[in-house]
């Protein structure tokens, strides 16, 4: 029974900083990869960032020098550290990991950034 539970987001004016978190449970395995997807209304999802064990990361060019992606393994929990938040930020954010071959997603967590 893998749980993803999203937390974090909320309203933020233009420029402010917010820090989503993802943790897992009901599992066993170390969580490996970890990747945060957004969908705004009437966009596609993208892939916003990823970390893998060992430190490895990708960043979705929107976002590059502005979000960070981190993982604490030992909790079993991600992170995305959003700073400079833009209007165009705003979305629906998920969180998403594989755990033996299988893909889990979160319920999501609404950004909002508007003055």
């Known amino acids: 029974q893998v749980q993803l539970v999203e937390s974090g987001g909320g309203l933020v004016q233009p420029g402010g900083s917010l820090r989503l978190s993802c943790a897992v449970s009901?599992?066993?395995?170390?969580?490996?990869?970890m990747g945060w997807y957004r969908q705004a209304p009437g966009k596609e999802r993208e892939l916003v960032a990823q970390?893998?064990?060992?430190?490895?990361?990708y960043y979705a060019d929107s976002v590059k020098g502005r979000f960070t992606i981190s993982s604490d393994n030992a909790k079993n929990t991600g992170y995305l550290q959003m700073n400079s938040l833009k209007p165009e930020d705003t979305a629906v954010y998920y969180c998403?990991?594989?755990?033996?071959?299988?893909?889990?997603w979160g319920q999501g967590t609404q950004v909002t950034v508007s003055s």
């Open positions: 009901g599992t066993a395995f170390t969580i490996y990869i």
């Open positions: 970390i893998i064990s060992g430190g490895s990361t």
């Open positions: 998403t990991t594989n755990i033996a071959r299988v893909n889990y």
